[in-house]
């Protein structure tokens, strides 16, 4: 067998069985060990502000494009509101916030062009866009990667019946 420890004579009591292998402690094993817990707390030191850092950063793009998807549905909506005989900018954005509503986004703002929407005629497009402050709908609360950011969205869709009264005539 080889020598592990240059003490292994004077530490005969420490030998100990490991399977068919002797193992014998080191006092100076030891002393290193020791001495390398205090290089893993800097190390963590070092790199723990970065992994959160990166944590919070997922969490907040993440946000934005889950809103963002939110504002593209609720802009449908209102769009395919308004191209419906009948619609106004009032029903319209009253379809926009019922949508947003439903899963807690609150200060939307929706625009419709032409407003108003009676001067659209068939075939003319009508376009919703929505609106929010990010700092509205963020989770977090200081925002450092979209502070002061607006998320909108925009959907265009032909009028499919006319505002005005025509009368048909056998």
């Known amino acids: 067998m080889t020598r592990v420890c240059a003490m292994r004579d004077a530490m005969k009591p420490n030998l100990r069985k490991r ?3 002797l193992a014998v ?3 100076r094993v030891a002393v290193r060990r020791r001495r390398r ?18 944590i919070v950063g997922i969490i907040d793009i993440g946000r934005a494009v889950m809103v963002q998807n939110l504002l593209a549905h609720a802009a449908r909506d209102g769009a395919r ?17 019922q949508t947003m509503q439903g899963v807690a986004i609150t200060g939307i703002t929706v625009d419709v062009d032409p407003n108003p929407l009676e001067s659209a005629d068939i075939g ?21 990667f979209l502070n002061g950011a607006t998320l909108s969205t925009s959907v265009t869709m032909r009028r499919e019946t006319s505002s005005a ?6």
Not at 81 to 97: H, R
Not at 127 to 138: E, G, L, M, N, W
């Open 19 to 21: 399977g068919t292998a």
């Open 25 to 27: 402690k080191c006092p």
């Open 37 to 54: 817990l205090g290089a893993a707390a800097v190390e963590f030191a070092v790199v723990a502000p970065v992994f959160f850092l990166f």
């Open 81 to 97: 509101t308004a191209t419906l005989d009948g619609a106004s900018v009032e029903g319209i954005q009253a379809s926009v916030k």
């Open 124 to 144: 003319d497009p009508v376009k919703v866009t929505v609106s929010v402050p990010y700092d509205a709908v963020s989770w977090l609360p200081v925002s450092k």
């Open 165 to 170: 009264t025509t009368e048909i005539t056998p």
